[in-house]
């Protein structure tokens, strides 16, 4: 089984920077992308970034440029610094891992989540 503990939410005001981490533990497993999404209240789950194990990311269009994905796969972690928050990118920050015994056998797993807030 994997699991996936988020970490680093909190409030902060706009324009603020917040940094939340992921740790996915697989021991005889190997991550391999992994991904942060979020979810506001009444709206669906939306993806923000991905980062595969060689590094390549991917980031929604409403965050390039602010947000940077980072992964350490000695720990399997990734992070994700958020700078120039807005209002709108309160929410519940979930972390995805994809984790399998091979490439073409991998299963997703998901954190419980990590509330960002961004107000004054």
């Known amino acids: 089984q994997v699991q996936v503990v988020e970490s680093g939410g909190g409030l902060v005001q706009p324009g603020g920077s917040l940094r939340v981490s992921c740790a996915a533990s697989?021991?005889?497993?190997?991550?391999?992308?992994m991904g942060w999404y979020r979810q506001s209240p009444g709206k669906q789950r939306e993806l923000v970034a991905v980062i595969t194990r060689g590094g390549d990311t991917n980031y929604q269009d409403s965050v390039k440029g602010r947000f940077t994905s980072t992964r350490d796969n000695a720990k399997n972690t990734v992070y994700l610094q958020m700078n120039s928050l807005k209002p709108e990118d309160t929410a519940v920050y979930y972390c995805?891992?994809?984790?399998?015994?091979?490439?073409?056998?991998?299963?997703?797993?998901w954190g419980q989540g990590t509330q960002v807030t961004v107000s004054s």
């Open positions: 995805n891992a994809g984790a399998g015994s091979s490439p073409f056998a991998i299963n997703q797993y």
């Open positions: 697989a021991s005889t497993r190997t991550i391999y992308a």
